[in-house]
C-alpha cells in the first residue's frame, strides 16, 4: 500500500511540474505591447513562428514593429537567436523555449 501511494504522490509531482512548465511558454507570435519599460529596454522581441524574424520596442505604448534577420543585419540566410540578442548563421542557432513578454498589444 506504501508503495501504491509513494507511486501516485511521485506522479501527482510530475504532472505538477510538467503543468507548471508548460504555463510559462508562449504560444503566439511573440510580439510584445511595448508597455513597459523592461521591453524597451531589451527592445529586441523573438517572432516565435518564423525564427528569420522578430520584434523591435522603440518606444512606450506604440505597436512593436516586425523586423527580419536580412532587414536588420542586409544579409541573407540568418535567423534570429533570442539566447544572444541577435542574427546568426543557421548553423549557430538552436531552438529555445518561448516565453511570453511582459505586455501584449
Given amino acids: 500500500m506504501k508503495i501504491v501511494a509513494a507511486l501516485l504522490l511521485c506522479a501527482l509531482v510530475v ?3 510538467a503543468v507548471d512548465d508548460e504555463s510559462l511558454r508562449d504560444h503566439t507570435n511573440g ?3 511595448c508597455r513597459t519599460q523592461e521591453e524597451l529596454d531589451r527592445r529586441f522581441w523573438r517572432n516565435n513562428f518564423d525564427p528569420t524574424r522578430f520584434w523591435e520596442c522603440t518606444t512606450l505604448n ?3 514593429s516586425a523586423v ?3 532587414e ?3 544579409q541573407v540566410g540568418l535567423a534570429w537567436f533570442d539566447e ?3 542574427c546568426v548563421d543557421w548553423s549557430e542557432w538552436q531552438h529555445t523555449m518561448p516565453v511570453a513578454p511582459p505586455s501584449r498589444p
Fill in 15 to 17: 504532472l505538477a511540474v
Fill in 31 to 33: 510580439q510584445p505591447g
Fill in 62 to 64: 506604440q505597436a512593436a
Fill in 68 to 70: 527580419t534577420c536580412e
Fill in 72 to 74: 536588420h543585419t542586409g
Fill in 84 to 86: 544572444r540578442q541577435e
